[in-house]
């Protein structure tokens, strides 16, 4: 079993910048792909970015390309996201994501079905 912790979230304005943190507990070592999505009211939950264990082959939504960067610390059992440049459609409950099967490619890594455990959350809200 694997736990996961996000934290981080918070109330900022437009343009303001956030790091979200997750810290996984547990069979840490079965950790393959640690990645973050974000979801709002009455919307499927959407794919923000992913990093594998090597810290390669990273990957972004283009909503949050160049504006978010996703890194991992597998010392400390550590994700983050730091968000720069934030808008009002970045509002949302972002959650962090661990998958332990080692899956590979684009298609596999930005769907939510892919990740075997979930962190409970953390609110970010931009106000215009």
């Known amino acids: 079993q694997v736990h996961l912790v996000e934290s981080g979230g918070g109330v900022v304005h437009t343009g303001d910048s956030l790091r979200l943190s997750c810290a996984a507990s547990g069979r840490t070592s079965s950790i393959h792909i640690m990645g973050w999505f974000r979801q709002t009211p009455g919307k499927e939950r959407e794919f923000v970015a992913v990093i594998p264990r090597s810290g390669r082959s990273v990957y972004y939504a283009d909503s949050v390309k160049g504006r978010f960067t996703i890194s991992r610390d597998n010392a400390e059992n550590t994700a983050y996201l730091q968000m720069n440049s934030l808008q009002p459609e970045d509002t949302a409950v972002y959650y962090c994501?661990?998958?332990?099967?080692?899956?590979?490619?684009?298609?596999?890594?930005?769907?939510?079905?892919?990740?075997?455990?979930w962190g409970q959350g953390t609110q970010v809200t931009v106000s215009s």
């Open positions: 994501a661990a998958e332990t099967d080692g899956s590979r490619g684009y298609s596999r890594l930005i769907r939510s079905s892919t990740y075997d455990y």
